[in-house]
């Protein structure tokens, strides 16, 4: 696992004032009205006391809880406010992409030459066509070089040419923050891109600061791959043993260019971060070229340059994704945006024509119309949530996750979602630490859903006759003590039923942050989702 990312800033982004007031304006006009009768009054005493909690006091709260059988509304507060859903939103992009490109859909990486081959020769260049795989490997590209290898070719006359240019050029989504950047969580977004962790964290480099031998000398920084395109700017020292360390890797907007501060202890373990790189097809160009080298195909122009994407050529080797019911399981698991963003962009290239966001997400309102689910209209600008424009009801999430229980496809997508309380890193996922030791353990599967001021969770719970119950929680608006006990102990009480539910207050086991410290009320100071990729902001 990563150390603690360098200089992370502890505060949270604010929602923008146009949002605010938007958003203020559908909530005022939402409110208590549209509750329907209570279904079941024990439950609804229930959670009206857990949403009693004082830190809800001043924010603003939609529930709706269901009946997964029979969509009878159990309870409701605020089910057609219109709420920022963060990561949440997952749940409607993987669904729209299982329903309308397929479980069994596969991205395709091709290399393909646009000159002639004599023997040995390729007379001309290699294109690395990116097919949209969010899930592109280091490894991959070494594959793809040693197929290159394996047919017979040693020797190509012009250059590498990385064509990412199945989705358009825009490469971060409207509205993300600037200063996200060049966070992990953050990747520009690119018909071509690569990954170096199995958790596909595209578009970045791990970039490695270890103490020299001595106090006093220059820190060893590496990168992998040592491809990626870094220059560095200053130095990290090395403090004497036990000084701690203070280690500064920040990336200039719109560069490469890190700029390395600050000081490790000697003997101190490594840190490392994740950084993003600019331009992520050219990043994977340079990463297949040195592969390429590796297994003894020498390019004469070294490198990697940009395609235009209008070059003629012939296919030599490929390289075929998982299946998107595979693909969603780390996406939906560790809630990875840059995944989500590149099933958008690529319904909107297979559905729409166009690989670009304004596409694809016409594609998935679409999707959500035909199936009744196209009022109100809310907003959605990306496939993450990562945007503070997206908005969304909790009655729109809760009717989604009642619909697709009859989805061929809705087996995997269930257990693809984080499951409660369960350690496994690829079955508990983002909630692999939360609502431990209780009746939702292993029972509740659910997308969570935070950024500042936003904390949302949205899934299935099984009471205790048997019945499966679906419910979204959207709490926006909160400022100070996370509200997070108060989503537990929801979930708790869904999965316990009448007896024996904790108090809103009662502690809890609470999901930490293996690289960001944490805030006083004992959760991590983190930029987004609570860390929810754990160990990756």
């Known amino acids: 696992m990563p150390g603690r990312p360098p200089r992370h800033r502890r505060y949270r982004r604010g929602l923008p004032l146009a949002a605010a007031v938007l958003a203020a304006s559908l909530l005022a006009g939402s409110a208590q009205a549209d509750d329907p009768a209570p279904a079941d009054a024990t439950l609804t005493a229930d959670l009206d006391a857990l949403l009693s909690d004082s830190r809800l006091a001043n924010a603003q709260t939609g529930v709706e809880v269901l009946d997964a059988a029979t969509g009878q509304v159990l309870y409701a507060r605020q089910p057609q406010a219109l709420l920022t859903p963060a990561s949440t939103l997952k749940t409607v992009t993987s669904t729209a992409a299982l329903d309308l490109l397929g479980a069994d859909y596969r991205f395709t990486t091709e290399v393909r030459t646009t000159g002639s081959r004599y023997g040995s020769k390729v007379v001309g260049d290699l294109v690395l066509r990116g097919g949209g795989d969010p899930t592109l490997l280091v490894q991959d590209l070494d594959d793809l070089a040693t197929q290159v290898a394996a047919s017979g070719i040693t020797t190509v006359t012009g250059r590498v040419l990385a064509d990412g240019t199945r989705y358009d050029s825009t490469p971060l989504g409207p509205g993300w923050a600037w200063d996200d950047e060049p966070y992990s969580y953050s990747p520009q977004i690119s018909g071509l891109t690569v990954a170096n962790d199995p958790e596909y964290l595209m578009d970045t480099v791990q970039v490695t600061v270890a103490p020299g031998a001595a106090a006093g000398q220059a820190a060893k920084v590496t990168l992998n791959p040592a491809e990626a395109p870094m220059a560095f700017a200053g130095s990290v020292a090395t403090g004497a043993a036990g000084s701690g360390s203070s280690v500064g890797v920040d990336r200039g907007r719109g560069s490469n260019e890190l700029a390395l501060s600050g000081s490790i202890a000697a003997g101190a373990a490594p840190v490392t971060s994740w950084v993003t790189v600019e331009d992520p097809s050219t990043y994977a160009g340079r990463v297949f070229a040195g592969a390429l080298a590796r297994h ?174 679906v419910f979204a929680v959207l709490i926006n608006d909160f400022a100070g003590t996370s509200p997070r006990p108060v989503l537990d102990a929801i979930a708790v009480r869904l999965a316990t039923g009448p007896a024996t539910t904790p108090a809103a207050g009662a502690p809890q086991q609470k999901a930490r942050s293996l690289s960001a410290p944490a805030t006083d009320d004992g959760y991590p100071g983190t930029r987004w989702e609570d860390c929810e990729a754990v160990a990756h902001c």
């Open 296 to 469: 003894g195909v020498r390019v004469a122009h070294g490198g990697a340059q940009a395609a235009t994407g209008q070059e003629g050529s012939q296919p030599l080797v490929s390289h075929r994704s998982q299946t998107l019911a595979e693909l969603v399981v780390p996406m939906l698991k560790v809630s990875n945006n840059g995944m989500a963003e590149h099933l958008t962009k690529e319904i909107g290239k297979v559905k729409g024509g166009r690989g670009d966001w304004a596409t694809g997400i016409a594609q998935v309102q679409a999707f959500l119309k035909a199936n009744g689910l196209g009022t109100p209209a809310g907003r959605q600008v990306d496939g993450s949530g990562l945007s503070r424009y997206d908005l969304i009801t909790p009655a729109k999430l809760a009717d989604l996750l009642r619909l697709v229980q009859d989805r061929p496809w809705f087996g995997a997508w269930y257990d693809a979602l984080p499951v409660a309380g369960n350690p496994q890193r690829m079955v508990g996922g983002t909630l692999a630490t939360r609502m431990t030791g209780t009746k939702a353990a292993n029972n509740v599967h659910a997308k969570s859903g935070s950024m500042g001021g936003v904390d949302n969770l949205v899934g299935y719970a099984t009471a205790p006759d048997g019945r499966r119950l």
